[in-house]
């Protein structure tokens, strides 16, 4: 009985130490980050989003936008854009906007 209670221990023992040996082996060194490229990318797709409108925006200014499809892995891009205007009625008409003042 004790034989078998120390080849029990000696398993027990091998495998603790493996795991430590195999942890001790693990490279803690971090992988290098390139600094702001995910705050560069969501800048640059910002600015791609407004493509054939730049420099064309108001600040504090509401608009009603037409999205259609883009293309190489973007989804959507402004196809059309109507200032609001105070004291105009707006209405879809077909795929377009209709005016009207009442």
């Known amino acids: 009985m004790p034989l078998r209670l120390l080849v ?6 091998v495998g603790v130490g493996a795991f430590f040996i195999g942890r001790g082996s693990v490279d803690r060194t971090p992988a ?3 600094r702001g490229s995910f705050a560069d990318g969501y800048r640059s797709g910002r600015e791609a989003a407004f493509a054939g409108f730049d420099g064309g925006w108001g600040f504090d200014t509401p608009y009603i936008v037409t999205l259609r499809r883009a293309g190489s892995g973007i989804t959507y891009r402004f ?5 609001m205007e105070p004291g105009v009625d ?4 077909g795929h377009t906007v209709c005016t009207r003042r009442p």
């Open 8 to 13: 029990a221990l000696v398993i027990v023992g």
């Open 32 to 34: 290098p980050v390139a």
């Open 79 to 83: 196809a059309r854009r109507w200032t």
């Open 90 to 93: 707006y209405r879809l008409c």
